[in-house]
């Protein structure tokens, strides 16, 4: 079984910073691909940041430059380091990992919320 269990939302005021830190339960290098949903209340799910094919990594454009996207082998986690939040950030955010063995796989967390709010 794969799980995925993310940590570290909650409220912060404009401007403020949060760290979300997901955890797989196997080993993050058996995945093609690692990263970060969002979704907000009637707006569609979209990729904030994500580990591709041969270690690249890929950003929403709005967030370019506030947050960044990493992983650990030891701990098998990756984070996303998120700075100069607004309140267009608020959302629940969702661990992904992808891979293929016959067919492809895909594998979510259960969303963690970020509430961007003065």
């Known amino acids: 079984q794969v799980q995925l269990v993310e940590s570290g939302g909650g409220l912060v005021q404009p401007g403020g910073s949060l760290r979300l830190s997901c955890a797989l339960s196997?080993?993050?290098?058996?995945?093609?691909?690692t990263g970060w949903y969002r979704q907000a209340p009637g707006k569609q799910r979209e990729l904030v940041a994500a580990?591709?094919?041969?270690?690249?990594?890929d950003y929403l454009d709005s967030v370019k430059g506030r947050f960044t996207i990493s992983r650990d082998s030891a701990k098998n986690t990756v984070d996303l380091q998120m700075n100069n939040l607004q309140p267009e950030d608020t959302a629940i955010y969702y661990c992904?990992?992808?891979?293929?063995?016959?067919?492809?796989?895909?594998?979510w967390g259960q969303g963690t919320q970020v509430t961007v709010s003065s």
């Open positions: 992904n990992a992808q891979r293929t063995i016959a067919r492809r796989y895909e594998y």
């Open positions: 580990f591709t094919s041969f270690g690249s990594t």
């Open positions: 196997q080993n993050i290098y058996t995945f093609e691909s």
